[in-house]
């Protein structure tokens, strides 16, 4: 039997176990198990049950063990910012608030009245949002803080809890907002400022990191297979453009899910003053690089209008119907934050429209165009913005995750941005995930021969833009975002 992989992958909405082997030279996946994820009202706080989760993952691996796999490698991944308070016995304190909670809302005003942005963007070179655990920490339960021994990353405690070993994995732990670029450590001025020292922090270490075996008590309380855990690329983007198959020079991500992350991968940070106005975050990847992106709300509008629309609809269909309706009725800035976590997005989106006089989507069919073409819009606008941030031209758009499949938005993407779009693979995370397993147990050599199995292993479809389609759409759009500049991001 094939050497197995496995990579659990954790989002908003749900998170799963995806088993990888090599095949004639080929990555084969199969999803083993699936499960719902979310945030709950408990304590005051929208906070994830961590420990549900880790049950998940024990259930994912008992099929793994089951389907005749009895020894295998396994990395995790999450979405990033938000962390596990540790006691002194090495138990959390309490289940981890989720970045969607209200308690950051004013936060990044309050930090910044004292610490100004440019000097938080100099040392860290990450874009504010204001969930960032540096803002989360700024708004933490002093109480809680005072019994903390360690503060960890989500995916970081998910592998303590497994193995017992405690590391921070810098993918992950950039996107705090408390990482100095230069000195590669966490800023002491930064931790100083939101209650919290250097060594609350587990040691900082690369992706691709073994961090131990699963231990004994789990294998007493549940029929594991002999699990070798790799602290892979722990933030999902980051995993995500591991998982991207780029090629040749200056090729663009869009990681497309519940968030839509827009950017390059770059081996020198860039936070200039450009970088700076723009609100672009240089993230640390792996292998020496860094991620220079934007975050931008992504399918998380569409996910709600499912949800509220009693899951009637497939997001397959919500695209078909939003293809019978004519793009562009109205303009949205979809990183307003008002959208960050609406009581019901539809309401919020038709809000919008009256507010700002334009034409108010009714139809299930409306409401997803309206939410697409704006998206589109979004995307054209910060890829221009990238092309003049980076002095050079971006050649290619490689569209990954959830968001690859639906054509209606690659097109509208394409044309847009007069960029050629190659979308796929939808499993990006997962397949970054395990790529870092493979190249740390040489299996792979290298990312560039990741990338190149990647091609050779998945399909990847291509969108080329229609010419003189839109042609004034885009502009008319510039113009509506420069009059209505209320965002969460800035």
Known sequence: ????????????????????TLENKKLKLQEMHRFKNGFTKENGHDRWSIDSILDEI??????????????????????AVDYVLVGMDGEKIQNPISYRDSRTKNAMQELTSDLPKDYIYKKTGIQFLNFNTLYQLYEESK??????????????????????????EVTNASTTQMLNL??????????????????????????GTILGNIRHKWHKKYDLPETEVVTVATHDTASAVLGTPGEGEHWAFLSSGTWSLLGTELN?????????????????????TYRFLKNIMGLWMIQCVKKELDDKYSFAELADLAGQVKPFQQFINVNDDRFTNPDNMIKEIQTYCRESQQKVPETPGEI????????????????????????????????VGGGSNVKLLNQLTSTLSN????????????????????????????????????????????????????????????EFLENNERTTVQ
């Open 143 to 168: 109480p809680d803080l005072e019994k903390t021994d360690k503060i960890m990353m989500i995916p970081d405690y998910i592998g303590y809890v497994l193995t017992g070993n405690a590391v921070t």
């Open 368 to 399: 997803a165009m309206a939410i697409y073409s704006n998206l589109a819009l979004y995307y054209a606008n910060e890829i221009e913005d990238l092309n003049n941030i980076l002095g050079y031209k971006l050649s290619t758009l490689n569209i």
């Open 182 to 207: 230069r000195e590669g450590l966490f800023d002491k001025n930064l931790l100083k400022k939101v209650n919290v020292s250097q060594d609350q922090f587990p040691r900082l270490v690369e992706s």
């Open 58 to 79: 024990f259930k994912g691996l008992e099929k793994i063990k089951a389907a005749g796999y009895d020894d295998v490698t396994l990395g995790i991944d999450t979405c």
């Open 1 to 20: 039997m094939s050497k197995a992989y496995v990579a659990v992958d954790i989002g908003a909405s749900s998170g799963r176990l995806m088993l990888g």
């Open 419 to 478: 960029i050629d779009v190659y979308a796929g693979p939808s499993e990006a995370t997962a397949i970054g995930n395990l790529i870092v397993q493979m190249i740390t147990k040489n299996d792979v050599n290298n990312i560039g021969e990741g990338r190149k199995l990647i091609r050779d292993s998945f399909g990847v479809k291509k969108f080329v833009p229609e010419t003189h389609k839109y042609a004034d759409v885009l502009h008319r759009y510039q």
């Open 268 to 288: 020198v940070p860039e936070n200039g003053q450009l970088a700076f106005k723009g609100n672009y975050t240089n993230e640390w990847g792996a292998y020496g």
